[in-house]
């Protein structure tokens, strides 16, 4: 079996940053962008990450709005064009922002494997690790950017209505048939719920937003949009406690608790989609690499991607509690590229 030189786990703009200035070094990077499985579709983590579940993103430099649309049509390859929602003009597209960088890093030759890595074995080096389908492979470096998923709030009520109304994903869901032109309820206070609620205003008759507290933790501008668009009622200082249904028909509606005086009301809603943070997705690593109390993976160096293996890497959202950006993401995959080719060169001579 042939030693890999740089396997990126995950495929986010952090792994998609560090396959390109990995492939420039010709250190013939091999990806594993995850598996299209039916459960990584439900847990909000099929290849591609996050950016691939939201709509605009207006924040990422050297996309200001416009019409990219033949730029787009020129480098995606047409048979992911043409799954792809029409441009927005809105800056770029989170699917559209992935599948050109999936693009450029293939340009430059990086190998891509459609499936997850299930398990790994860091006591030994070169490193060992196992697909889903059991498939083994030996690594000198590994970067690990699996990045992190959506949390639900695990009442068994929610658990019950999954997919039957209850989801974490707006732009996957939203524009389903069940939920157009009826109520719907989005808990959260950050940017991802008002993200996910401006969105399905767009469908909604109604949008509630739920937040625990009385002052949303969104950016001001995304708040700003929040607190001015009329089909959205936000709910302030409530929580979550039931999700109301029936076999037949799926969710109905929720129970909702005053997190100041405890009293409780229902309000009748189709779906109900939580934007209430994130868990990275680290349970693969098996205790292998040192984590934090929130799981994520510890950066032992300052200012690198170092982690508590010498020659594992980790960049983007799984070892970032803090930043979270797409940009800020992209950046770590390039810093993690480097550190990967310098740890080889230093072993090398
Ligand atoms: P977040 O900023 O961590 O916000 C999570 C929200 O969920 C908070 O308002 C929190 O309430 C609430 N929450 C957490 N646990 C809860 C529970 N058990 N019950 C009820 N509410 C609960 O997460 P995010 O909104 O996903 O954003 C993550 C990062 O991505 C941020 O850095 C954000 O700026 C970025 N992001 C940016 C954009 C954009 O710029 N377009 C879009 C989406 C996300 P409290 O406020 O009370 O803690």
Redesign the pocket.
């Known amino acids: 079996m042939a030693v890999e030189r740089v396997v990126i786990i995950g495929s986010g703009p952090a792994s998609w940053s560090a396959a390109i200035y990995a492939a420039r070094a010709e250190l013939q990077p091999l990806v594993f962008e995850g598996a299209i499985t039916e459960e990584n579709r439900i847990s909000g983590t099929l290849p591609l990450g996050q950016l691939n579940l939201?709509t605009e993103v207006?924040?990422y430099a050297g996309f200001p709005a416009g019409n990219l649309e033949s730029y787009l049509d020129s480098a995606i390859p047409t048979v992911a064009r043409q799954n792809m929602a029409p441009h927005s003009k809105h800056g770029i597209s989170g699917p559209e922002l992935m599948e050109l960088m999936r693009q450029q890093a293939k340009n430059f030759g990086t190998r891509i494997i459609t499936d997850d890595i299930a398990k790994v074995d860091f006591k030994r080096h070169p490193f060992h690790l196992t697909s889903l389908n059991g498939q083994v492979t030996e690594a000198l470096t590994v970067i690990v950017a699996t990045g992190a998923r959506a949390?639900y709030?695990g009442l068994p009520s929610e658990e019950a209505f999954k997919n039957r109304g209850v989801s974490a994903c707006a732009v996957c869901d939203g524009a389903l048939p069940r939920y157009r032109n009826k109520p719907l309820v989005v808990?959260?206070?950050?940017?991802?719920?008002v993200?996910e609620a401006s969105y399905l205003a767009k469908f909604a008759s109604r949008v509630h937003l739920v937040?625990?507290?009385d002052k949303?933790?969104?950016?001001k501008i995304?708040a700003q949009r929040a607190e001015d668009n009329p089909k959205i009622d936000i709910v302030w200082n409530h929580?979550l406690s039931e999700v109301r249904g029936s076999d037949a028909q799926g969710m109905t509606g929720v129970l909702l608790e005053n997190t100041v005086d405890g009293g409780t009301k229902s309000l009748e809603a189709a779906g109900l989609f939580l934007?209430?943070?994130?868990t990275p997705n680290t349970a693969f690593l098996d205790g292998q690499l040192q984590l934090t109390k929130k799981q994520y993976v510890v950066l032992t160096v300052p200012f690198r991607t170092d982690t508590s293996v010498p020659g594992v890497f980790a960049a983007g959202d799984v070892a970032d509690d803090y930043?979270?950006?797409a940009i800020t993401s992209a950046g770590s995959g390039c810093m993690a590229a480097l550190d990967a080719e310098r740890w080889l060169a230093a072993r090398e001579h």
């Open positions: 939201t207006e924040n949390n709030l808990v959260g206070g950050g940017d991802s719920a993200e937040h625990r507290r949303l933790r969104a950016s995304m929580a934007a209430i943070g994130h930043y979270r950006q």
